[in-house]
C-alpha cells in the first residue's frame, strides 16, 4: 500500500509517453493532482492529449522548461529521462522523490509482483509466466514493459483479491526505483545493449542488479546460472536464489538434461518435459521456459499447468514468430531481436537453411565477433538501414558470400524471396533498433508480416 498520501497532492509527470497516460489516469484514481512535463509539442502529443481530454490535467508542452515544478510534491519520470538529467539531479538535491512508474505501482498495491528483466527473453519470460499461473488455476495479470502490453500501474490498480502481477520491467526504469520490492525477481541474462545509453556493460549490468536491492530474505530470483553477468548481478541479493541452466544440472533448481526440462522439487516425479516438446524454438527458449516455471512454481503453479504451458504456449509477436510458409519458405518474424547475443541465438535457434534480414539503427555494438559466430550458419543475408554496411563488412569477414544492402525491408523481403529455395526459411532478425526507419519494433515486425501476406497472396494467385 502507498507509503506517501497523494491525496490533494501536486505531482510532475515527466513525459507523456504511453506509461505517462497511465500514470496521469491513476494519479487522479489516487485524488492527486498530475501536472505534466512534455518537450513535445501538442501535435506531437495529440494521441495522448485525447486519451487524457477527459481528465484536463495541467499541461507545460513543448519546452525544455519546468515552471513551478518546484510546487510538486512526487515526479513520476519516464524511462526516457535519464539519472542525470538537470531536472532529476535538482529534484534529488532539493528532497523532492523521483519515482519511475513501476514504483509508484508497487506502493498502491498489495498485489504480489513478479518482475522480469534480462537483455533477452524478459518479454516471452513474463508472458510464459502468466500463463503457465493461469494454467495452473492462479488469476495473473501480465503486462509492464512489455509492447504491446499494459503498464504496471494500470495492473496495480485493477488488481483483485489474490491475483498475481507479472511484469517485464526494464533497466532504463531499475535505474531509479526507490523501494521496488517484486516478490519474485527473474533475471534472464545479461549480455551487451543499449550502449547508446549506459557508458559500458558494467554500468547497464548494474542497473538491472537494481532489480533485487530491495528484496528481503522471504523473496526469490530467479537467475540463469548460464549468463556470468546475470550471476555477478544477483550475487548481493537478499532473497533467496533459484538457478537455472540449460548446460548444467549441478545446484540448479531448474535444468535441462538428456533431452529434458527438469524442476528440482518435481524431480521425484521425472523430467517436466522432454525438450522436443516445447513449442518454442531454440535453446534460449527453453531457459526462458525454466526460468518462467521456476517464478511460476513459486507464486503457485501446479506440476501440469507448467507443463501444458510449455508444451503450448505459442509465445509473443515480434519474437521468433512463424508466420508460416510460402512457397516452401518459412518466414520468422523476430523483430525484437535487437542486439548481437540475441541475433546470435535466434540464427542458431533455426534448423533450415537460413537467410537473415538484419540492420537498422546501431546501438553501439563492434558485429565482428557475432557476425564471425553466425555467418557460418546462414545462407545469406540481406542487410537494411543505418548499421546496413556495417553487419554486411561484418558477415563477410566471417565468411558469408552471400551478404548485400537493401534499401527498404520491402525490398529485403522480395531479394530474400527470390533467393530462397523450398526448404528455406527467412527470417527478420535486425540485431539493431528500428528508429532509423519505423516508429519502433512493432511497426517494422508488422511491416515485415505485411510483406510476407503479399507473397503469400501472390503464390495463390499462380497456383
Keep these: 500500500m502507498s507509503e506517501l498520501s497523494l491525496q490533494g497532492e501536486r505531482v510532475a509527470v515527466l513525459g507523456l509517453a504511453r506509461t505517462g497516460v497511465a500514470t496521469t489516469r491513476a494519479l487522479v484514481q489516487l485524488g492527486a493532482i498530475p501536472v505534466i512535463y512534455d518537450r513535445k509539442s501538442p501535435e506531437q502529443l495529440s494521441e495522448s492529449l485525447s486519451a487524457l481530454a477527459a481528465l484536463s490535467p495541467e499541461l507545460h508542452l513543448g519546452s525544455e522548461e519546468f515552471p513551478n515544478i518546484e510546487a510538486c510534491r512526487l515526479l513520476v519520470a519516464s524511462p526516457g529521462f ?89 533497466s532504463f526504469q531499475l535505474e531509479t526505483i526507490s523501494g521496488f520490492r517484486p516478490r519474485v525477481a527473474v533475471l534472464t541474462n545479461i549480455s551487451e545493449d543499449h550502449l547508446d545509453r ?8 548494474a542497473a538491472k542488479a537494481r532489480l533485487f536491492a530491495f528484496q528481503q530474505t522471504e523473496d526469490w530470483a530467479v537467475v540463469n546460472a548460464d549468463s556470468s553477468l546475470a550471476m555477478e548481478a544477483s550475487r548481493g541479493a537478499q532473497s533467496r536464489r533459484r538457478l537455472f541452466s540449460s548446460g548444467s544440472s549441478s545446484g540448479m533448481a531448474g535444468w535441462v538434461k538428456d533431452g529434458a526440462l527438469w524442476l528440482s522439487d518435481l524431480a521425484a516425479e521425472g523430467p517436466i518435459i522432454e525438450a522436443r516438446g516445447v513449442k518454442l524454438l531454440g535453446t534460449h527458449n ?10 511460476a512454481r513459486v507464486m503457485g503453479a501446479t506440476r501440469e499447468g507448467i507443463r501444458r504451458s510449455l508444451e503450448g504456449f505459442a509465445g509473443v509477436a515480434h519474437r ?20 548481437p547475443d540475441a541475433w546470435a541465438r535466434s540464427i542458431e535457434a533455426v534448423d533450415r537453411p537460413l537467410w537473415v534480414i538484419a540492420g537498422g539503427r546501431n546501438k553501439g555494438f563492434d558485429f565482428t565477433e557475432v557476425g564471425a559466430r553466425v555467418a557460418p550458419r546462414l545462407r545469406g543475408a540481406l542487410l537494411i538501414g543505418e548499421a546496413a554496411l556495417v553487419l554486411e563488412e561484418a ?21 530474400a524471396a527470390r533467393a530462397a529455395r523450398p526448404g528455406d526459411a527467412v527470417m527478420l532478425a535486425p540485431a539493431c533498433a528500428s528508429m532509423d526507419m519505423f516508429q519502433d519494433f512493432m511497426e517494422r515486425g508488422d ?4 510483406e510476407v501476406e503479399a507473397l503469400g497472396r501472390e503464390e495463390d494467385g499462380h497456383a
Aim: hydrophobic residues 45%; glycine residues 10%.
Design 447 to 450: 511491416r515485415f508480416r505485411a
Design 198 to 205: 549506459h557508458p559500458d556493460v558494467a554500468s547497464y549490468a
Design 82 to 170: 535519464r539519472p542525470e538529467s538537470p531536472i532529476l539531479v535538482w529534484a534529488r538535491e532539493s528532497g523532492v522523490p523521483v519515482w519511475p512508474e513501476i514504483e509508484l505501482a508497487y506502493r498502491v498495491t498489495e498485489a504480489p509482483i513478479v518482475a522480469v528483466t534480462g537483455t533477452n527473453g524478459k518479454t516471452t519470460t513474463a508472458a510464459w509466466i502468466g500463463d503457465m499461473l493461469n494454467r495452473s488455476g492462479v488469476a495473473a495479470r501480465v503486462g509492464g514493459n512489455l509492447a504491446p502490453g499494459t503498464p504496471l500501474i494500470e495492473l496495480a490498480l485493477d488488481a483483485g483479491e489474490g491475483e498475481v502481477l507479472v511484469a517485464e520491467v526494464s
Design 320 to 339: 521468433m514468430e512463424p508466420l508460416g510458409e510460402v512457397a516452401g519458405v518459412l518466414y520468422i518474424n523476430n523483430s525484437m531481436c535487437t542486439n
Design 286 to 295: 527453453l531457459e526462458n521456459g525454466l526460468a518462467a516455471a521456476l517464478a
Design 395 to 415: 558477415l563477410k569477414k566471417g565468411g558469408l558470400k552471400e551478404a548485400w544492402s537493401e534499401g527498404s525491408l520491402e525490398s529485403a523481403v522480395r531479394a
